[in-house]
């Protein structure tokens, strides 16, 4: 299964406790921690948590260099706790805007948990979908023939996803808003939406429990029909 989050509500949660906003961040860094671990333990294949989109560089300055401090602080103190339960790390959008010391962290963490063979943590850094289609666009020369395994092959390159990802079973998105904000929009083509009113630092384990079990009750169907369901409903 993969679970895709969008982490939405850190500022609003930091002003509603009239704390500053590096607070809120703080705190959705905590619930992270938390969520990680209870999906690991519900043996959730893949987790892709969207931690910084391109669209937001557009904050102010010192609010962007927190939320780099703060996931410098989270490859360095989580990718150990990641190789102990087999967990593999995988940061994916773009790099050529980063940093070289948190390039440089992003690499040795990915190195770190290569081998690891548990649920794929992917952390979507200076992502845009839009930005990725694009460029996978581009990369196609005139007269190449390309199929859809060939063509999640090399979004997969474009993401620096360590290998091509099943696409998104169920994407969760905190905060109120029902939106997906530019966000794995080729892996969610059929994911099952939740969306939920309570900020990401409010977001435990009962909430994603919550959120597994209504998708548990989903009718997944792929553009097809149920023709059991079909037929009794033409005879009811």
């Excluded at 966000?183 to 969306?195: K, P, S, V």
């Excluded at 079990?213 to 169907?221: F, I, S, T, W």
């Amino acid at each position: 299964m993969h679970i895709a989050i969008i982490m939405d509500g850190n500022g609003r949660w930091a002003l509603r406790q009239r704390l500053p906003r590096t607070a809120g961040h703080r705190a959705g860094a905590d619930a992270v921690d938390a969520i990680v671990e209870a999906a690991a333990r519900r043996r959730v294949g893949t987790l892709t948590l969207y931690a910084f989109s391109a669209a937001n560089w557009q904050r102010p300055a010192v609010e962007v260099t927190g939320l780099f401090a703060l996931f410098k602080r989270y490859l360095k103190t989580q990718t150990s706790r990641c190789v102990e339960q087999s967990i593999r790390l995988n940061v994916i959008g773009r790099r050529d805007r980063l940093s070289p010391d948190l390039l440089s962290l992003i690499e040795s963490s990915e190195q770190a948990t290569a081998r690891c063979t548990g649920m794929r943590l992917r952390i979507a850094v200076d992502y845009s979908a839009q930005h990725s289609l694009m460029e996978v666009c581009r990369r196609v020369r005139a007269g190449d023939s390309i199929d859809r395994s060939h063509f999640v092959e090399r979004l997969a390159e474009v993401d620096h996803a360590a290998a091509p990802t099943p696409e998104v079973d169920l994407l969760i998105r905190t905060g109120g808003e029902k939106r997906l904000s530019d966000f794995l929009l080729w892996e969610c083509a059929y994911a099952e939406l939740h969306f939920v009113d309570c900020l990401w630092p409010d977001f435990d384990e009962r909430a994603l429990d919550d959120a597994l079990e209504e998708y548990a009750r989903r009718d997944r169907r792929f553009g097809g029909i149920d023709e059991g369901r079909f037929v009794s409903s033409a005879h009811g």
